[in-house]
């Protein structure tokens, strides 16, 4: 099949989505209050938490907007490459290998938390009574698990049923997994039509209370770029990429754990919206996506060393902060504070697990998560494809 060259600057908005998440969990387990903007949660300062639970500043923990950035570039990278070449073989191979693609690095994700669990090194109920969040923490890893029940959850339920059980960073995964199904086929239905973008709005609306819609705005940046590369270098103008920006940021930190009244955001608490916070997460990752084709600029910025090896490894960051945060770091928490402030114990316990969490996503990327990507490549090429060809569904390039 025709290939695409890589768009570097991407996987630095990956590194940021993985960072901002990682942020924004340990946020969740131990400053609880710059969350939900509870006093009673407070740390360090009330007033200040409370303040920035409700303003621009939280864009650097807004974890729901960190995960709607990547949902827009998953839609984006599967649907790219159909919409330049016009191949339907690329959304077949997409289809048929998209489970096998993700199913491995989860399940080990899953075995990894279930062993954690029969072994009791998690420890964040413990934490949790320190850092006020019951709500939160101390329901993590809270429930009997067995190897049956490991496996279902690994194997089925992360996928299907919007599990997220074992690693609460999984919560996303149904709807990376639907959303990519949702993709190819309005890609399928609707990429070679001339109206194509009528049917590509239309879809927007009808999905404009769900997450999925973000999917759609990420097929229509994708065929943008695909078909009217200048396009976006029309708008490579400080006076519109920065605007652009900083609107992003500002809809991106719009927050989810605090009410809006008597906050800058309460103009934008759109009644009539199931969930104004999702709506303008996804919004703001929108313009904030668009802003990189745009901006060369943007592009180099992310597109620096330190960025682009993030991205390479941000999705095994993912799957495996939530588990240190629960084990490791809690542990280094506990030891700590009888001997520390509570702010000295969990920066010390933040500054130690984050290189940890960069080790293990270095290795689990290079051994786990490329043999995933090689299982499924292989489910393709040597059992799905012979058969496709066989009953003629694709074609060879010789007979095309």
């Known amino acids: 099949m025709e290939k695409t060259e890589k768009i570097n600057y991407l996987d630095g908005i990956r590194a940021i989505s993985a960072i901002i998440v990682v942020f924004h969990h340990y946020i969740l387990a131990f400053l609880p209050a710059l969350y939900t903007g509870n006093a009673a949660e407070s740390h360090i300062n009330a007033a200040s938490e409370a303040y920035l639970a409700g303003s621009p500043l939280g864009i650097f923990y807004a974890g729901n907007f960190a995960v709607c950035l990547f949902y827009i570039l998953s839609g984006f990278v599967l649907s790219y490459k159909f919409l330049k070449f016009k191949n339907y073989e690329i959304i077949i191979s997409s289809a048929i290998r998209r489970y096998f693609r993700l199913v491995v690095p989860i399940l080990v994700s899953v075995f990894v938390a279930y062993i954690l669990m029969k072994l009791g090194f998690f420890f964040n109920k413990e934490a949790s009574e320190f850092s006020k969040s019951s709500w939160w923490f101390a329901g993590q890893w809270s429930f009997e698990t067995s190897f049956w029940h490991m496996l279902k959850s690994g194997l089925f339920r992360v996928f299907f049923a919007y599990d997220a059980s074992y ?62 590369p200048n396009f976006f270098k029309k708008f490579n103008h400080f006076y519109i990429t920065i605007p652009l920006i900083l609107i992003g940021i500002f809809f991106g930190a719009y927050p989810f754990g605090v009410y809006t009244n008597g906050t800058i955001y309460e103009l934008f608490n759109l009644q009539f919206l199931p969930s104004p ?124």
Not at 188 to 200: D, T
Not at 313 to 333: D, K, R, T
């Open 167 to 228: 690693n609460t960073a999984l919560w996303m995964m149904s709807y990376i997994f639907y959303g990519s199904f949702i993709t190819l086929g309005v890609i399928a239905l609707f990429g070679k039509l001339k109206l194509r973008y009528v049917a590509y709005v239309l879809t927007y609306l009808i999905l404009i209370n769900t997450y999925y819609s973000a999917f759609i705005l990420g097929i229509i940046l994708a065929d943008i770029f695909a078909n009217s």
């Open 277 to 400: 916070g999702q709506f303008w997460h996804i919004i703001g990752s929108f313009l904030i996506i668009i802003a990189a084709f745009a901006s060369t600029n943007f592009q180099k910025f992310l597109s620096n060393k330190f960025l682009i090896f993030t991205g390479a490894i941000s999705f095994s960051i993912y799957l495996i902060h939530a588990l240190v945060l629960g084990s490791l770091s809690s542990w280094i928490f506990l030891k700590l504070i009888p001997h520390f402030s509570y702010v000295t114990s969990f920066s010390i316990s933040f500054i130690v697990s984050i290189p940890i969490i960069f080790i293990l996503a270095f290795y689990s990327t290079k051994h786990i998560d490329s043999n995933g990507l090689k299982f499924s490549q292989y489910i393709y090429e040597k059992l799905a494809k012979p058969t496709l060809l066989k009953f003629k569904i694709i074609r060879t390039k010789e007979s095309q």
